[in-house]
Nanobody
Framework: QVQLVESGGGLVQPGGSLRLSCAAS????????MGWYRQAPGNQRELVAT???????NYGDSVKGRFTISRDNAWNTVYLQMNSLKPEDTAVYYC?????????WGQGTQVTVSS
């Protein structure tokens, strides 16, 4: 059974930083494309960042230069370092694991950027 457990969300002021973590189990983590997506109220879920098994990264245009995705295969964990946060980054952030035709989602963690 695949499980993705996100943590690290919360309330932060504009310009601040947060680091999200996603611990995975039940998958061959080192062979899996891991990603972060987000969904704000009234909006579709959108790509934040992905990282492949060989650590190639891809970012959504709105977060390039501010967010960094990384992975630790020893701990089956993917991270999202978020800097220079803006109110428009407010959303539920979801961890995703993609292995061939299979795609799995975490339960999401809320990030709120507000003064």
């Amino acid at each position: 059974q695949v499980q993705l457990v996100e943590s690290g969300g919360g309330l932060v002021q504009p310009g601040g930083s947060l680091r999200l973590s996603c611990a995975a189990s039940g998958i061959i983590f080192s062979s899996t494309v891991m990603g972060w997506y987000r969904q704000a109220p009234g909006n579709q879920r959108e790509l934040v960042a992905t990282i492949s098994s060989d650590r190639n990264t891809n970012y959504g245009d709105s977060v390039k230069g501010r967010f960094t995705i990384s992975r630790d295969n020893a701990w089956n964990t993917v991270y999202l370092q978020m800097n220079s946060l803006k109110p428009e980054d407010t959303a539920v952030y979801y961890c995703n694991a993609r292995y061939y035709a299979y795609s799995y989602w975490g339960q999401g963690t809320q990030v709120t950027v507000s003064s």
